[in-house]
């Protein structure tokens, strides 16, 4: 059995050639960067007994323009956009429907995040019962809930992509023009006539704009050369520079300029826009290598999981060195500050590594989604409750603030609203499809595993565990961004107009098929069944019934 090192090499050893690999960089790096910024201005104290903190930014001014380096969020949600479209319109290609697609996109994102509803007020009800006060635990569970407010609203915009996809594709461009003006305009609504509602708006239309930026760089609406996307650059860093050292923001892109997110941020992002696009060519050039990109690919896999626990590694590195006196406390104005920031962020480090190697595998498991495409008024209606849900108690535990609220460590109300909502989205994915029940949705994925069907004589770069085509899968699921991006041979690429051409489509199904009939590890088929690979007549796309009634007289297996 492979480790995973050998896998990720393998990974990107066979990554296409046309895949916009700055995209996956970028996602890696902007995570990476939040991270350790997190931990860079969290300050701990332990006085007289009482372990407490605060954030840096309040008393070292000095640190606003270093946050334009490091306030990375538009960049995650304009490659955030990128993926989406490619998904979607992947997705789409095949014959499945939105409520499918989001069902599908918001698995990954879900799971890795129960776990952290789940264990987080487990540990706050086993601290209460030994001790723990209840302002420390308040504080600590605040901290560590952090991260949700970003996938609050990533959330939101995976549940809108398809129909802000589908006005994408009328609108173009002038879908985040617009979105940018209603930013524009309801950002002084907020700071010079203090109308509440509508200034809080630039919390879904400000991301927005810069998801759907994401949108039209896939399509190509983009593509500039290097010297105009420098130009964007140089425009939204003068912008910015009027807004905030000339205008009237705050120059720290932290805080005020993104709760809600301002004017100012949106020119921050049209100076990190012009920068992904002047060096996506060279940053493609330079991941080609693969050293490199097998660290892109390794960081990506984890990434939620880094995200949701880096806050918790940093709680847990203060709680266990602060009261033991291994890190000092020197004045924050001080270079012995600065000093004993390099050991601070290596201990937050070194509790994340354990964090993520023990919730990682949660990310890493491809979930057996059944009945995702089986459409119908129960899928659909389910899927808007459990969303609800979701999303209701995600915005409870995000606004709570860092007050104590009870022996969950977070609100109880909103623990108890996320984990319904996900339980319910749970069962509308993995519901059994019922024998019998009519034609199967062409995105519906049953994957046949024929036995020996690898073998020396199969064709390089083919496996069962990764081949899919447009009706069916063969092994096991590849996600929707591999799918859509093209990460894999013969899958569907952005460029890919079939599935049925390359060593891993249909092509390469036959001939892995031939290859195990002939070495006898897989019997001849069935004469008379009409399936999709032509002289072999191999029934893969049959109905489950007619699969069922056959599975006695053949060697291959339908996992439903």
Known sequence: MRGPAAMVRDLAARTPESRERSVDMWRALAICLVVFGHWFVVAVTYRDGRLSGYNALDTLRWLDPVTWLFQVMPIFFLVGGYAGSASMASHRASGGDGIGWVLRRTDRLLRPTTALFVVLPLVSVAATVAGVGSELLGHAAWLASIPLWFLLAYLVLAVLTPWLHALHRRAGLAAPLATVVIVAVADPLRRGLHVPVVGQSTYLFAWMAIYQLGFCWRDGLLRLSRGKALAVMAGGLVALIGLTVVGPYPVAMVGYNTAPPTLALMALAATQLGLVLALAPAANRWLRRTGPWSVVIAVNAVILTVFLWHMTAAAVAGALLFPTGVLRQPPPHSTAWLLWRVPWTAACALVLVVLVALFARIELRRSVLRSAEQRGPWRDGATVLGLAAVLAGLLFVAFSGPGYHGPTGLPWAGVLSYLCGAAVLRVVRTRPVLRGSGRLSPRQDYGVVLPGMVSSSSPAG??????????????????????????????????????????????????????????????????????????????LSCSSRAVTASRASRSCRVHG
Request: hydrophobic share 30%; glycine share 20%.
């Open 462 to 539: 083919w496996s069962p565990s990764r081949l899919r085509t447009g009706s069916f899968s063969v092994g096991a699921r590849l996600s929707d961004e591999e799918a859509a991006a093209g990460s894999v041979p013969g899958s569907r690429g952005p460029e890919s107009k079939s599935d049925s051409r390359g060593p891993g489509g249909m092509e390469g199904l036959k001939g892995g098929v031939q290859a195990a009939v002939a070495s006898g590890s897989v019997p001849e088929p069935v004469p008379g069944c009409s399936g999709s690979c032509g002289a072999l007549g191999l029934a």
